[in-house]
Each structure stands twice: as C-alpha cells, then as structure tokens.
C-alpha cells in the first residue's frame, strides 16, 4: 500500500486530468452523453476520494478508486466509439483512464 502522502499526491495529479478532462469535453462539438456522463461522474465522485484519503482507511481509498477506475473504463471506451472526438479530448480521457488505472494497481 502506498503512504497516505503519496496517494493524496498521485490523486491531485488525477484531479487536474479530470478537470482537464471535463474542460475539454464542455468545449468539444457532438460530445457522445455516455463520455459526457462519465466525465461528469469522476468529476462529482474526486470528493468522496478525497474524503477517503483524508479519512486514512485504506479499505475506502481503494474502493472509491476502483469505482472511479470503473468510471475511467467506460470513458475510455466510450472514446473508441465516438469518431468524432479531437485528439486532445481522447488524450484527456485515456490519461485520466491511465492514472486511475495505475493509482488502483497500486493499491492492491
């Protein structure tokens, strides 16, 4: 397990790539609503991952990232499927998809 440090670290970088994220999809044309929804969800959901990490219980660290790294999945396939999306937006959603990603497989 990753100290309590370096985890509250590891998730503020990934709060900026969700802000980043959703930043880009609020601008970009013919947005699909299922990456849209999901944008929005990791959005809302940074707080109770922040919570989590404030509250130094382990156990609600790791799920509340795996609930977000769920999230971070149908984003990113929601992405393959949306042939519309500019570059910038795809890289946004696969790098929060990737942080996520690593952040859980680290705290398993």
């Known amino acids: 397990m990753?100290?309590?440090n370096e985890v509250a670290r590891r998730f503020g970088?990934?709060?900026?790539?969700i802000g980043?994220?959703?930043q880009l999809c609020g601008?970009?044309?013919?947005m699909p609503m299922?990456?849209?929804d999901c944008i929005n969800q990791l959005d809302q959901q940074k707080a109770s991952v922040r919570q989590a990490i404030d509250s130094h219980d382990d156990a609600r660290i790791r799920q509340a990232v795996d609930n977000m790294?769920?999230?971070g999945d149908r984003a990113?396939?929601?992405c393959g499927t949306a042939p519309k999306?500019?570059?910038?937006?795809?890289?946004?959603?696969i790098r929060v998809h990737d942080e996520l990603s690593d952040l859980k497989h680290q705290l398993h």
Do not use: G, W, Y
């Open 13 to 17: 970088a990934i709060e900026q790539a």
């Open 27 to 30: 601008s970009a044309q013919e």
């Open 76 to 78: 990113k396939r929601a």
């Open 69 to 71: 790294e769920s999230l």
């Open 85 to 93: 999306l500019t570059p910038e937006v795809k890289n946004a959603v």
């Open 2 to 4: 990753l100290q309590a």
């Open 34 to 36: 299922d990456l849209k």
């Open 20 to 22: 980043q994220a959703a």
